[in-house]
């Protein structure tokens, strides 16, 4: 696989690949709202190919603290052979050069196969928080 920075000309393939891996997408994924992330975090939005094609995707973000993970998408016909590790690794080489942490992602509750996959790689959940959000009108 073939590791590179994200391109704003490459939101429809991200955006399908997020769609067939079943992941939920909400209004902060307009491809406007992609392209603000872009604006921060360039460096951590890092997308993987093969054969030509986008087949793996993660968007990192860092608040000047901490490094945040988020939609890490494998293509369903390209799971389980190490893609997904290898672009998070990659992306947590990239966090250490920003000089990160600690590193936090969210993961739906009804996903456990990609919860054992984050424990797989190191990652372990905590139970002493609670997400909460907040949506300005």
Same mark, same amino acid.
Do not use: C
């Given at each position: 696989?073939?590791?590179? *920075?994200?391109?704003?000309?490459?939101?429809?393939? #991200?955006?399908?690949?997020?769609?067939? @891996?079943?992941?939920?997408? @909400?209004?902060?994924? @307009?491809?406007?709202?992609?392209?603000?992330?872009?604006?921060?975090?360039?460096?951590?939005?890092?997308?993987? $190919?093969?054969? %030509? +094609?986008?087949?793996?995707?993660?968007? %990192?973000?860092?608040?000047?603290?901490?490094?945040?993970?988020?939609?890490?998408?494998?293509? /369903?016909?390209?799971?389980? !052979? %190490?893609? %997904? $590790?290898?672009?998070?690794?990659?992306?947590? !080489?990239?966090?250490?050069? $920003?000089?990160?942490? !600690?590193?936090?992602?969210?993961?739906? +509750? *009804? @996903?456990?196969?990609?919860?054992?996959?984050? !424990?797989?790689?190191?990652?372990? #959940?905590?139970? *002493?928080? $609670?997400?909460?959000?907040?949506? /300005?009108?």
């Amino acid at each position: 696989m073939e590791i590179s *920075d994200f391109s704003i000309d490459m939101y429809e393939d #991200v955006h399908r690949l997020w769609e067939i @891996t079943g992941l939920t997408l @909400t209004a902060s994924d @307009t491809e406007e709202q992609v392209a603000r992330l872009l604006e921060y975090n360039s460096e951590l939005f890092i997308v993987g $190919k093969a054969e %030509g +094609n986008i087949i793996a995707v993660v968007m %990192g973000a860092f608040d000047g603290r901490r490094g945040y993970v988020h939609h890490l998408a494998v293509d /369903p016909e390209f799971q389980k !052979k %190490g893609y %997904g $590790k290898e672009i998070m690794v990659e992306l947590h !080489k990239r966090f250490l050069i $920003k000089g990160v942490v !600690k590193v936090h992602l969210f993961v739906e +509750n *009804d @996903t456990e196969g990609v919860i054992e996959f984050y !424990k797989k790689i190191g990652w372990y #959940v905590r139970d *002493d928080l $609670k997400m909460m959000s907040y949506i /300005p009108e």
